[in-house]
């Protein structure tokens, strides 16, 4: 479900394919005897010759992530997985309408593929580092709703990224876990790896029988019987979702289940961690029903029917705010409870799950306000007020420092996940804030989050709705706190 129009490579090939079928005299086609064979020169103007699809969407950070051509509706996911040898076996179907006619496209997968089929056809098949090039028997039409069934195994974990960078597929003692921020789709499923195509998910998942696989929205079912010593377990997320925001956790699990009035909580607590570090984790994310009522206060309805949380026996060193339920560091909850951040990873449900990025260079959106959010957790819970946290976090920062360095509203791709883009992102939005006054300020983070639910927005969108709020140029206060490397000459508000 992508907003913005895929690019296309091939304008040149077209043309070429048009003049040759203008100069190839026509042949008679092999099984039906035509009756009255009509030149190609007629061909109606209303079926422009298959185009290949481009390798990226137009990201750009990440020019080869996403794919042009195509559309993505749904996910229905299936994997097999055997933590011992840590070997994953899938077979993923994708639902998609072509946005163009078709001669090939590509699909995002880091997996060795075995098998594609195109609606029920055998498709031609060729994979170069993270791209895998699907020749279908028959061009796809344009507008046409497409089918594509991809069978793949392989090793998650010996699959690297680009040069350099390391798998974001993370073994625990009992299993295995899948999340990582932007790449983790391309280990563990084939996609249209961007979060300008949203979509939904089922996601199924056949462990050996004793495991649990925690995954994204509802529990359709598990476990469930799947062949001898398997169990299956059946997990779907109907809101439109971005491709890395779909995780898998598998491992030995505690779940916590109730009913809250956002839906079905649901969290799951390895029962590998250490005792004081899981009570402190409990303590901690058992608060999300009541972050979840606090932040729906201030940025409006909560956009998602379940929400929950997981705690893997894992140093990831980070948490992801995969849609509906996070993922949380056991490192967290190290010395004892750590609210703060789950505020962080439940603000981003609004901001940056429900609410996407459109280009990677956006991600000033997600990071700036999930850390503005706390600031203002601060402010309404006795703590310090956003605008102290801010003034705080400015003075710490002299100038010359390094973190001035960083433009959060244009990062970069080596700063995208910098701490600028969390905290000078977090001192613009209260720069904002000083500039337009509270009422346009919390009007203006509302009616982001509703008006455009479910979908994506931009740096720029933002601001020009900021401006439109309020009636204010914010245009000098977007230049110093967002888009210049250099510290502003006055602390936020
Ligand atoms: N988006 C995450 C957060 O701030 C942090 C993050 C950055 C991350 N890079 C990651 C998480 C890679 C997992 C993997 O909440
Ligand atoms: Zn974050």
């Not at 004793?210 to 169990?231: D, F, M, T, Y």
């Amino acid at each position: 479900m992508r907003k913005s129009t895929g690019l296309l490579i091939g304008p040149v090939l077209a043309l070429l394919l048009v003049l040759v079928a203008l100069a190839v005299p026509w042949r008679a086609s092999k099984s039906a005897p035509a009756a009255t064979p009509r030149p190609p020169s007629v061909t109606p103007a209303s079926t422009p010759p298959p185009v290949v699809g481009a390798e990226g969407i137009g990201d750009p950070y990440f020019p080869r992530a996403g794919n042009g051509g195509y559309d993505v509706t749904g996910y229905d996911i299936g994997v097999r997985y055997d933590p011992p040898t840590d070997r994953l076996e899938g077979h993923t179907t994708i639902t998609a309408t072509a946005t163009a006619s078709l001669s090939r496209f590509d699909l995002d997968l880091r997996l060795p593929a075995s098998a594609v089929t195109v609606d029920g056809r055998p498709a031609v098949i060729h994979q170069d580092g993270g791209e895998l090039q699907v020749t279908p028997a028959v061009p796809v039409k344009s507008g046409a709703p497409m089918t594509v069934r991809v069978d793949y195994a392989g090793v998650p974990s010996s699959v690297a990224g680009g040069p350099g960078s390391h798998s974001p597929w993370v073994r625990t003692a009992a299993g295995a876990i899948a999340v990582g921020e932007p790449d983790i789709a391309a280990w563990w499923y084939p996609s249209n790896d961007h979060p300008s195509d949203k979509a939904t998910f089922t996601i199924t998942a056949v462990v050996p029988a004793g495991l649990q696989v925690i995954s994204n929205g509802a529990l359709l079912g598990g476990p469930e019987a799947a062949g001898p010593g398997l169990q299956q377990w059946r997990w779907q997320e109907t809101e439109p979702m971005a491709t890395y925001l779909a995780f898998m956790a598998i491992g030995h699990y505690d779940i916590v289940r109730r009913d809250t009035r956002f839906g079905l909580y649901l969290a799951a607590y390895d029962r590998a961690l250490d005792p004081a570090v899981a009570a402190a984790a409990r303590a901690s994310v058992e608060q999300t029903p009541q972050i979840i009522e606090f932040l729906s206060g201030i940025f409006g309805p909560y956009p998602f029917r379940q929400l929950g949380g997981v705690v893997p026996d894992a140093s990831l060193g980070f948490a992801l705010e995969d849609q509906t339920r996070p993922v949380y560091s056991s490192t967290f909850f190290g010395d004892g409870q750590d609210v703060t951040v789950v505020v962080h990873e439940l603000a981003h449900q609004w901001f940056g799950d429900s609410v996407s990025v459109s280009h990677w260079s956006d991600i000033w959106l997600n990071e700036g306000f999930a850390t503005y959010a706390e600031w203002l957790y601060s402010e309404r819970n006795g703590g310090p007020s956003a605008q102290q946290m801010a003034a705080q976090s400015y003075a710490r920062h002299p100038a010359g420092d390094d973190f001035w360095r960083i433009s959060p509203g244009a990062p970069g791709a080596a700063g995208m996940l910098d701490n600028a883009v969390y905290a000078r992102g977090a001192m613009a939005l209260q720069a904002l804030r000083a500039a337009v006054g509270d009422q346009n300020f919390f009007a203006a983070l509302r009616a982001w989050a509703t008006e455009r639910a479910g979908g994506n927005g931009s740096v720029q969108d933002f601001l020009a709705l900021v401006k439109h709020v309020s009636g204010k140029n914010v245009d000098a206060i977007a230049q110093s706190w967002l888009l210049s490397p250099a510290r502003p000459a006055a602390g936020p508000g």
